[in-house]
T-cell receptor
């Protein structure tokens, strides 16, 4: 079983729609959960990170973690064509302190149609 | 622009060859990470260095090696290249050592094609 599972899509929605992206993970020891955005031919950039369970909001983006079901979500409100990218969930595998191994989902390719 | 630089942008080589990818972290960042991104495996952690020392290891093949130099730049060496090594290789850096989680900033990547 993969440590992190993410539906690769692709996902195509009209401009203005609410987008929901999801991942599941297997190890209950994970504490830090991240969402990265990757535009074509670019490196991933961090959108948001969340520690433990709960919600975190940043503008049109909301990250949600449900540790009881090992499920993480990213919601995008009022989606824009500029949001078209691949979205990767990532989990910090703690290991020893100072070791920063990130485990990524497969990435979901999102297209927002004008 | 994350502040992490990688060279070269593209690399085309033949099977059996050896290549070196270079990464310069953001100013002041002591940790450098290498990741491999391929269509079938996704983005996978290879190795982390902190201030010149290996800190964590992922699914890095024995044919691959890395090092971090005193000026904190890092190199990833790939040898006896195979077709399956064709991928995007990303370097990332993070700003501090303390704590369990430090944000990683990714470079633009090196696209390696093995023919």
């Amino acid at each position: 079983q993969k440590e992190v599972e993410q539906d690769p899509g692709p996902l195509s929605v009209p401009e203005g729609a609410i987008v929901s992206l999801n991942c599941t993970y297997s190890n209950s020891a994970f504490q830090y959960f991240m969402w990265y955005r990757q535009y074509s031919r670019k490196g991933p950039e961090l959108l948001m990170y969340t520690y433990s369970s709960g919600n975190k909001e940043d503008g049109r983006f909301t990250a949600q973690v449900d540790k009881s079901s090992k499920y993480i979500s990213l919601f995008i409100r009022d989606s824009q064509p500029s949001d078209s990218a691949t979205y990767l969930c990532a989990i910090h595998n703690p290991g020893i302190q100072g070791a920063q191994k990130l485990v990524f989902g497969q990435g979901t390719r999102l297209t927002i149609n004008p | 622009d994350s502040g992490v630089t990688q060279t070269p942008k593209h690399l085309i080589t033949a099977t059996g060859q050896r290549v070196t990818l270079r990464c310069s972290p953001r100013s002041g960042d002591l940790s450098v990470y290498w990741y491999q991104q391929s269509l079938d495996q996704g983005l996978q952690f290879l190795i982390q260095y902190y201030n010149g020392e290996e800190r964590a290891k992922g699914n890095i093949l024995e044919r691959f090696s890395a090092q971090q130099f005193p000026d904190l730049h890092s190199e990833l060496n790939l040898s006896s290249l195979e077709l399956g090594d064709s991928a995007l290789y990303f370097c990332a850096s993070s700003p501090r050592r303390g704590g369990w989680y430090n944000e990683q900033f990714f470079g633009p990547g090196t696209r390696l094609t093995v023919l």
